[in-house]
């Protein structure tokens, strides 16, 4: 059987033309607005308080719609935003270093391979300086100089200091900022809070999204949820691979489950393996743990010259050391994009040059940096993630260098959206990293704060505007047919998952899915091995449904019923990433296929055949997915080979 058929291409038909500088600004005034006064009659669900959909939430409530927001913790403010440590980027060019809003768009789309909308990228840039003004005026304690100005500091892929930080964790601050705001507008009663809820389907009706089923995690009780749109801001599926720098909870479930509905689910092959991770130590992990990019302002990577060098650190001179991205990429050095740094680490750890028990591991030296600002100057910028490894590894980083290795991030795929989010069901936007639009191949550090507020704070309110102003809909509630089915299609998935009743848990399924895709849709991909893991997936997802055991019942908490509905739906992500991977035959970003490379190893497009999006359409369980292209046209950066040598 065909792993996939093709439809017919699609287009962006929301974005607008003429000079890219003026787009935004004409398609906000020729949107349509609602009356203050019809505002109120108006109700929009938000599923995911993360930044995105905190943000989004906040925004439309003070605009006056009533929200109805969900998320599955205890809390809004424990979404995974939380975990975000480095920074935020906006051309605010506040240090003068020749910084613009087109300079931060160009580096955008260079960044991720040419393989994202130049309108939306050039959006985000525009947006990007009124993101850092109204965190500020929230209260977000960014980082400051002696002088009171904010500070900014470096990430990968630009020559500029636009990365505005809170120490090494810029998400919780931010997302303390929209978390305050949206408890504003829910101490208002505008903003209908239902914590410890996790959305399981998506309900719609004459062909226009119009609720979710939702369950309550404690009690078990499921229902229907009604609104005139809904927003989905439930993150990434970086969890696919069982390890990753994602929060344990982060899962695919509310895309899923909207992708099953008819939503097209664009390039989900498009990963992002950070470089600079704590290295895997053993079978028992369950998760991975970041250091953040912005320590590469100051950390030196090396590894020794001579394989299979164990000597510690300390034992190695300069001159038997190989500063490798200083080496290969003088113009950037050790602020290469993520793709390139988490490549060159594979490469030389390949070699048989990496280090640490396993060899998988490069060191990520902080030594020059401490002799030439002193150890406190280290300790203001970074103490924080410092105090993070040691407590994790036992290791001293003032006394020797961290030891890193690439590992599973952020997930640039997503469910496909137009210019103004909405995706290919009418009445269903998707925000953050939950959509696929403006990261391309590769993501940006310091990017994936700044597309979620801004789409959450200034894009999503007024594009959704339109579409309310656009669509009077009729009443629906819990008797429709549509909801009913829905209903009945939640509450019957969750007998099956009971039934099976089987003798492997749930989370040894997911290691075991974690390693196919790691081995073959990780780092890098060939032909072969996506065939294998394709195979691979299927048989263990057959075998999951005969043998999980899922403890417990569904009538009221039950962590391992959550995950193994969560796992259901990463076993039919992953099918579809392996043949996304497999059908893009050249390279780009973070997708590396083995067969498509120059011939210094840095990967190599084929713009002639694959400067599209690939958005998937669903179709039967078991039946090939439809391919629809969207072709991309680049008019103000020309694709070329990237280089940052
Ligand atoms: C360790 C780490 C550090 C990072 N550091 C940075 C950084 O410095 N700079 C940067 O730009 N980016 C960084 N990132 C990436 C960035 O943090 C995320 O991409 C971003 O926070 C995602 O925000 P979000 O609002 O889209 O989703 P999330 O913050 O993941 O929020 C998802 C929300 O959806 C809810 N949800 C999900 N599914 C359901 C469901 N089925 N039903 C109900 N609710 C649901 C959850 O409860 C949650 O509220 C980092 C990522 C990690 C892992």
Redesign the pocket.
Same mark, same amino acid.
């Given at each position: 059987m065909d792993l996939y058929t093709e439809g017919d291409p699609i287009a962006d038909t929301k974005a607008p033309d003429g000079p890219i500088e003026t787009r935004w600004e004409r398609r906000r005034f020729e949107a349509k607005l609602v009356n203050p006064a019809n505002r109120r009659k108006l109700t929009v669900i938000v599923?995911?308080?993360? /930044? #995105?959909?905190g943000s989004a939430a906040a925004t439309l409530a003070e605009q006056g719609y009533r929200v109805r927001s969900?998320?599955?913790?205890d809390s809004?403010r424990r979404? %995974?935003?939380i !975990? !975000?440590?480095?920074?935020?980027n906006a051309a605010k060019n506040y240090r003068n270093d020749g910084d613009s809003v087109h300079r931060l768009f160009y580096d955008t789309v260079k960044g991720g391979d040419f393989r994202s909308r130049e309108s939306n990228v050039h959006r985000l840039a525009e947006v990007s300086v009124n993101i850092i003004d109204q965190c500020v005026a929230q209260g977000v304690p960014f980082a400051r100089e002696y002088g009171g100005l904010l500070d900014t500091r470096s990430f990968g892929g630009a020559q500029v200091q636009r990365t505005f930080y809170a120490r090494g964790q810029?998400?919780q601050q931010l997302l303390l900022g929209a978390y305050q705001a949206l408890e504003r507008q829910i101490g208002l009663g505008n903003v209908e809070m239902n914590t410890r %809820?996790?959305? /399981?389907e998506l309900i719609i009706v004459d062909g226009r999204a119009r609720g979710i089923v939702v369950r309550d995690m404690v009690t078990g009780e499921i229902t229907c949820e009604f609104a005139d749109a809904v927003v989905l #801001?439930?993150?990434?599926y970086g969890n696919v691979f069982y390890l990753s720098? =994602?929060a344990k909870?982060? =899962?695919v479930?509310?895309t899923w489950r909207a992708h099953r509905k008819g939503a097209y689910f664009a390039n989900p092959c498009y990963t992002q393996i950070h470089p600079t991770c704590i290295p895997v130590s053993g079978d028992h992990q369950s998760k991975l743990t970041?250091m953040?990019e912005s320590l590469r302002n100051d950390g030196r990577v090396w590894v020794p010259k001579a394989k299979g060098d164990a000597r510690s650190p300390k034992d190695i001179g300069e001159d038997e050391r190989d500063y490798y991205l200083e080496r290969i990429y003088p113009s950037f050095g050790n602020l290469v994009p993520r793709d390139i740094a988490s490549r060159a680490a594979k490469n030389v750890c390949d070699e048989g040059r990496g280090v640490g028990q396993s060899g998988l591991g490069v060191y990520l030296d902080f030594a020059d940096a401490i002799n030439r600002l002193g150890r406190k100057a280290i300790e203001a910028k970074y103490g924080n993630l410092f105090e993070m490894y040691e407590r994790i590894t036992g290791e001293d980083p003032y006394e020797v260098p961290m030891r890193i290795y690439p590992a599973v991030?952020?997930t640039m795929g997503g469910l496909w959206v137009d210019y103004d989010l909405q995706s290919s069901i009418p009445g269903l936007f998707v925000i953050?990293?939950?959509n696929f639009s403006d990261h391309g191949a590769n993501r940006l550090? #310091?990017?994936? /704060?700044?597309q979620?507020l801004a789409d959450g704070y200034f894009v999503l309110p007024n594009t959704v505007a339109h579409y309310l102003a656009s669509h009077p809909l009729e009443k629906v509630d819990a008797t429709h047919p549509a909801a009913v089915r829905a209903r009945a299609d939640v509450e019957d998935r969750i007998q099956r998952l009971l039934a099976v009743d089987g003798d492997r848990t749930v989370d040894s399924f997911h290691r075991e899915l974690g390693q196919i895709m790691w081995e073959h849709c990780g780092m890098e991909r060939s032909e072969a091995g996506l065939r294998k893991a394709i195979d691979e997936i299927r048989a263990l997802r057959e075998q999951f449904w005969q043998r999980v055991k899922v403890p417990g019942s569904g009538e009221g908490l039950n962590q391992s019923l959550e995950k193994a509905g969560r796992v259901a739906d990463f076993f039919e992500l992953a099918e579809l990433m392996c043949v996304d991977a497999l059908h893009r035959e050249e390279s780009c970003g973070g997708h590396f296929r083995a067969e498509h490379q120059t011939p210094e190893g840095e990967a190599e497009r084929d713009d002639e055949r694959f400067a599209y999006v690939a958005a998937w359409e669903f179709t039967a369980t078991g039946e090939p997915a439809v391919l629809h292209k969207e072709d991309l046209n680049f008019e103000y950066v020309h694709p070329t080979q990237r280089s940052y040598k």
């Open positions: 599923v995911g308080t993360g /930044l #995105a959909g969900y998320c599955y913790q809004p979404a %995974h935003s !975990a !975000a440590q480095g920074g935020i810029t998400g %809820h996790e959305m /399981l #801001a439930s993150g990434g720098t =994602n909870g982060c =899962n479930t509310a970041l953040s991030h952020y953050g990293e939950a550090g #310091a990017s994936a /704060l700044m979620g």
